[in-house]
Protein backbone atom coordinates (compact mmCIF):
# COMPACT_ATOMS: atom_id res chain seq x y z
CA UNK A 1 0.00 0.00 0.00
CA UNK A 2 1.04 3.57 -1.04
CA UNK A 3 0.19 5.70 0.74
CA UNK A 4 1.26 9.95 0.70
CA UNK A 5 -0.09 12.47 3.19
CA UNK A 6 -1.84 15.47 2.23
CA UNK A 7 -1.85 18.92 3.39
CA UNK A 8 0.28 19.92 6.63
CA UNK A 9 -0.01 16.07 7.68
CA UNK A 10 2.88 13.69 8.04
CA UNK A 11 3.35 9.50 8.09
CA UNK A 12 4.91 8.04 10.68
CA UNK A 13 5.99 4.58 11.50
CA UNK A 14 5.35 3.47 15.37
CA UNK A 15 8.54 2.67 16.77
CA UNK A 16 7.79 0.19 19.74
CA UNK A 17 9.71 0.09 22.66
CA UNK A 18 10.90 -3.37 24.63
CA UNK A 19 11.02 -3.33 27.82
CA UNK A 20 13.98 -5.32 29.52
CA UNK A 21 14.79 -6.26 33.49
CA UNK A 22 17.94 -5.64 34.39
CA UNK A 23 19.67 -8.67 33.52
CA UNK A 24 18.44 -8.08 29.69
CA UNK A 25 15.63 -9.91 29.62
CA UNK A 26 13.03 -8.93 27.23
CA UNK A 27 9.04 -8.86 28.89
CA UNK A 28 6.66 -10.24 26.30
CA UNK A 29 3.58 -7.81 25.95
CA UNK A 30 4.63 -5.56 28.03
CA UNK A 31 4.95 -2.77 25.57
CA UNK A 32 1.05 -2.60 24.90
CA UNK A 33 0.45 -0.88 28.13
CA UNK A 34 0.83 2.53 26.42
CA UNK A 35 0.92 3.60 22.94
CA UNK A 36 3.93 4.78 22.13
CA UNK A 37 5.09 8.34 21.39
CA UNK A 38 8.04 7.97 18.84
CA UNK A 39 8.26 7.40 15.43
CA UNK A 40 10.14 7.32 12.02
CA UNK A 41 8.83 9.92 9.63
CA UNK A 42 8.13 8.06 6.24
CA UNK A 43 6.36 10.67 4.26
CA UNK A 44 5.96 14.86 4.60
CA UNK A 45 3.03 16.54 2.86
CA UNK A 46 3.19 19.58 0.90
CA UNK A 47 0.84 22.04 2.82
CA UNK A 48 2.08 25.35 3.18
CA UNK A 49 4.37 26.34 6.17
CA UNK A 50 5.64 23.02 6.27
CA UNK A 51 8.54 22.77 9.20
CA UNK A 52 12.06 21.49 8.78
CA UNK A 53 11.00 17.80 8.95
CA UNK A 54 12.40 15.11 6.04
CA UNK A 55 11.41 11.12 5.51
CA UNK A 56 13.96 8.88 7.98
CA UNK A 57 13.82 11.26 11.05
CA UNK A 58 12.68 10.52 14.54
CA UNK A 59 10.03 12.10 16.01
CA UNK A 60 8.06 12.68 19.30
CA UNK A 61 4.48 13.25 18.71
CA UNK A 62 1.38 14.33 20.87
CA UNK A 63 0.14 11.05 22.96
CA UNK A 64 -3.41 10.56 21.63
CA UNK A 65 -2.68 11.88 18.28
CA UNK A 66 -3.16 11.04 14.88
CA UNK A 67 -5.34 7.96 12.85
CA UNK A 68 -3.93 4.57 13.26
CA UNK A 69 -3.47 2.28 9.82
CA UNK A 70 -2.22 -0.71 9.61
CA UNK A 71 -0.38 -2.50 6.32
CA UNK A 72 -0.12 -6.10 7.08
CA UNK A 73 2.14 -6.27 10.64
CA UNK A 74 3.27 -2.44 10.29
CA UNK A 75 1.10 -0.11 12.04
CA UNK A 76 1.61 3.61 10.84
CA UNK A 77 -0.15 7.12 12.39
CA UNK A 78 -1.02 9.75 10.02
CA UNK A 79 -0.43 12.72 12.12
CA UNK A 80 -1.41 16.81 11.67
CA UNK A 81 2.18 18.74 11.60
CA UNK A 82 0.75 20.35 14.92
CA UNK A 83 1.23 16.92 17.31
CA UNK A 84 4.78 16.99 15.83
CA UNK A 85 6.68 17.92 19.18
CA UNK A 86 10.03 17.23 18.76
CA UNK A 87 12.32 15.97 16.37
CA UNK A 88 15.06 13.21 17.88
CA UNK A 89 18.84 14.35 16.75
Request: hydrophobic share 35%; net charge negative.
Amino acid sequence: MKIRPIGKRVLIKLIKEEEKTASGIILPGAGDKDKPNMGEVIAVGTGEDMPNIKPGEKIIYSKYAGTEIKDGEEKYLVLNIEDVLAIID
